[in-house]
C-alpha cells in the first residue's frame, strides 16, 4: 500500500471515559476516527500516571483501525516488548527520554512495531536528523507532555522545518496537543498528517450520546478542507 499522506485525525482516550474504554473506542470510531491514540504516562518522565502494556492488550481488541501508543516514559526500552505484544501499531518515544532514543527505535522496529520518535516544544527539530531513516512518525508536541486540555503552543515552525527534511520519506508528522478547530489548519498547513485530539474530540459526548464526538471531528476535518 501507498504512503498515506492524507490527514488523519487520532481521538486520545485521555480524554475518554477510563472506566470504560472499549465502548468509547467503538463509539469515536464509529464517529469518523481515522486511529487511536493512546497515551501512557508514569509519573516519571511526566507528572502525571495513566496506564501500561496490559491496559493496552485489554483495549486492543476493541480498536480496529491504528493503535497509536505515545509513551511518556523513562526508561523506555524494558517495556517496548511489551507494547508491541499488547497489539500496538505505532510506539512512539520521546527524544530526551533517555541517552540512546537510535536504540530504543531499533528496538521498537525489532519488535515488530512502527517507530515514532517524539520532540517536546522545548526540543528543536535538528534533533531527528539522524533518526529519519529508522523512524515512521515524528510526534511534535504542541504541549508540555502530562496532562490533556492545555493551550496550544505554536510549533508551526518546526513543522515546515521538519516537513522539509523529511523530503519523500514514508515518515508521518503527528501533533500532539491543544488540535482544535482553530488550530488544525496551522499545523495541516505546514506539513502534519496526523492530528491527536484528545479534548477536542470527547468534549460534550458519552458512549450513550456519541454523537458530538462526530460533530467533533467533523468540525476539525473542516477548518482545514
Ligand atoms: C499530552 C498527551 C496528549 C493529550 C492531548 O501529554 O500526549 O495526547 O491527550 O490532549 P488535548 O487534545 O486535550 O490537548
Ligand atoms: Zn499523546
Redesign the pocket.
Known amino acids: 500500500m501507498s504512503f498515506d499522506r492524507s490527514v488523519k485525525i487520532a481521538p ?1 482516550i ?2 475518554a471515559d477510563f472506566a470504560n474504554f472499549g465502548a468509547e473506542i467503538e463509539a469515536v470510531e464509529g464517529q469518523g476516527a481515522d486511529w487511536i ?1 493512546v ?1 501512557v ?1 508514569d509519573g516519571h518522565f ?1 507528572p ?1 500516571i495513566t496506564f501500561g502494556a496490559s491496559t493496552c492488550a485489554a483495549i486492543r481488541p476493541h480498536i480496529k483501525t491504528i493503535m497509536d501508543v ?1 509513551l ?1 516514559i523513562a526508561p523506555v526500552d524494558p517495556y517496548i516488548e511489551g507494547f508491541a505484544e499488547a497489539g500496538a501499531d505505532f510506539i512512539t518515544a520521546h527524544v530526551e527520554a533517555g541517552p540512546h532514543i537510535h536504540r530504543t527505535l531499533q528496538a521498537i522496529r525489532g519488535a515488530g512495531a512502527k517507530a515514532g520518535v517524539a520532540l517536546n516544544p522545548g526540543t528543536p527539530a535538528d534533533a531527528v536528523v539522524e533518526l529519519l531513516d529508522m523512524v515512521d512518525l515524528v510526534c511534535v ?1 504542541t ?8 493551550k ?1 503552543i505554536d510549533m508551526t515552525a518546526k513543522v515546515r522545518r521538519l516537513r522539509e527534511m523529511i523530503g519523500d520519506r514514508p515518515i508521518h508528522i503527528e501533533i ?4 482544535t478547530p482553530q488550530t488544525a489548519p496551522l499545523v495541516v498547513e505546514a506539513g502534519a498528517d496526523v492530528l ?6 470527547f468534549k460534550g459526548g458519552s458512549v450513550t450520546d456519541p454523537a458530538p464526538y462526530g460533530e467533533n471531528i467533523r468540525a476539525i476535518r473542516a477548518s482545514y478542507t
Do not use: C, E, K, T
Open positions: 486520545s485521555l480524554s491514540h497515551d504516562m511526566v502525571n505515545h511518556m508536541m504541549v508540555n507532555p502530562g496532562f490533556g486540555g492545555q496550544f500532539d496537543g491543544g488540535v491527536v485530539a484528545g479534548s477536542a474530540v
